[in-house]
Antibody, heavy 122, light 113 residues
Framework: QVQLVQSGAEVKKPGASVKVSCKAS????????IHWVRQAPGQGLEWMGI????????TYAQKFQGRVTMTTDTSTSTVYMELSSLRSEGTAIYYC???????????????WGQGTLVTVSS | DIVMTQSPDSLAVSLGERATINCKSS????????????LAWYQQKPGQPPKLLIY???TRESGVPDRFSGSGSGTDFTLTISSLQAEDVAVYYC?????????FGGGTKVEIK
């Protein structure tokens, strides 16, 4: 069965960086793009970006340009999201999610990781 | 960027009654070359990630009960729960994937009256 398993919760100080992993299984890893979406406590969903696991090509939301880096390791079927210069408003649950349609970026997300809580606090 | 606006912010419906959630996009999400609306609906229960319910505005994801239906085209969309069950208490989000960045509505919280 399709699974996306994310790394555990993190606590970071303002100005630090965090790197979250998302390990995929149960499907051809290179066939489906992966989205990253975050959700601040009690708030809605915010799209951060998308990565092509095959080529490593990325598209980032303008809000995160220059601070976010998404990478892929096809040998372990894992994608990573690193966010730098963390601020207190970066406290959120970060989700990875599989793009529903193979080979393209424009689709909904059909499988989601369990989420990784990142807390930014001094 | 395409802005998605949901209404209402919350609604309380009696068990077995109909729940209707609206979603409006700031520009069309209908792709003229394939006549598909690039719109999805998600359900999120407390402590869980979102779950895809509907894509292409009206296609139910596998395993989603048929009491959930999506309709609309262009800029105006609706998610209907025909007969609300206790397990449907959740926050519902619409999302457009026509433009980049993909964007979500603010969410609608559905409760039992």
């Amino acid at each position: 069965q399709v699974q996306l398993v994310q790394s555990g919760a993190e606590v970071k100080k303002p100005g630090a960086s965090v790197k979250v992993s998302c390990k995929a299984s149960g499907y051809p890893f290179t066939s489906y793009y992966i989205h990253w979406v975050r959700q601040a406590p009690g708030q809605g969903l915010e799209w951060m970006g998308i990565i092509n696991p095959t080529r490593g090509s990325t598209t980032y939301a303008q809000k995160f340009q220059g601070r976010v880096t998404m990478t892929t390791d096809t040998s372990t079927s894992t994608v990573y999201m690193e966010l730098s210069s963390l601020r207190s408003e970066g406290t959120a649950i970060y989700y990875c999610a599989r793009n529903q349609q193979p080979g393209i970026a424009s689709a909904g997300a059909d499988y989601w990781g369990q989420g990784t809580l990142v807390t930014v606090s001094s | 960027d395409i802005v998605m606006t949901q209404s209402p912010d919350s609604l309380a419906v009696s068990l077995g009654e109909r729940a209707t959630i609206n979603c409006k996009s700031s520009q069309t999400v209908l792709y003229s070359s394939n006549y598909k609306n690039y719109l999805a609906w998600y359900q999120q229960k407390p402590g869980q990630p979102p779950k895809l319910l509907i894509y292409w505005a009206s296609t139910r994801e596998s395993g989603v009960p048929d009491r959930f239906s999506g309709s609309g085209s262009g800029t105006d969309f609706t998610l209907t729960i025909s007969s609300l069950q206790a397990e449907d208490v959740a926050v519902y989000y619409c999302q457009q994937y026509y433009g980049s960045p993909p964007s979500f509505g603010g969410g609608t919280k559905v409760e039992i009256k």
